[in-house]
């Protein structure tokens, strides 16, 4: 095993070691929580080795990106579309992922619905939800979350699994608490209200430097990039 492998062999094991730690104090086991590796800007022969070391969903923010990691790595494993879906990607994004976290917009729900039934399949969806009310971040406002979950349910060739959001970016991981726990409220709302079956069971929150705070919160899903692929204290993904 060379020094790359090691690295990102230890990152994988001590975020397990966290996710575990988190899932505990939340009243729940590690074994409840999906680690997706996000892939952005990561090379093909990095996947594969987080894929060696037991990561089994991938997470793109960009369509061409991983169109080109597909045709090399294959549909053996899981893909998440995470970025902002523009409408003339819509075709090879229902090629390649299996589920799409970042339906912000009825147009979106429509153009994904349309190309799916064209394609024949089912598309996975979660409703991308801007917590923070940031400018410069996409998602549908708390508020409408609600109306966007319904109209995305109507559509024949989507299944609506849950909610993604991204909190503002804080020194203080703590300082994201709120947020994390607002979208919590609003997740369990719906499925009291609008989704009454199994399938609305993702909660997509967390990342490389707030992930415990939401898997406390009640996050089942996290991303994690650079966590897993660059050596600690570089940022996060």
Known sequence: MNNRSQLIHANIAAIKKKI???AK?????????????VTKNVPAADVRIALAAGIKVLGE?????????FSQIGPAVRWHMLGHLQSNKIRSAVL???????????????LLDRESRRLDRRMDVLIEVNI???????????EETEALVRYAANKPALRVRGLM??????????MTRPFFRDLAGIFKGLRNRVIHD????????????????AIEEGSN?????????????LGSL
Not at 132 to 142: A, I
Not at 221 to 233: N, S
Request: without cysteine.
């Open 20 to 22: 575990n730690a988190a």
């Open 25 to 37: 104090r939340s009243g729940r086991s590690g074994k409840d929580i999906t680690l997706l590796g």
């Open 61 to 69: 923010n960009k369509v061409q990106e991983a169109k080109d990691k």
């Open 96 to 110: 390649i992922f299996n589920l799409v976290q970042s339906v912000d917009s009825n147009r979106t729900a429509d």
């Open 132 to 142: 923070g009310k940031e400018e410069s971040k996409f998602g549908v406002s708390p």
């Open 165 to 174: 959001a991204m909190a503002p970016y804080v020194p203080d991981p703590e």
């Open 198 to 213: 199994s399938q609305w069971n993702i909660l997509s929150l967390g990342m490389t430097h707030d992930f415990e705070v």
């Open 221 to 233: 899903l996290v991303r994690i990039g650079t966590g897993i692929f660059h050596t600690p204290g």
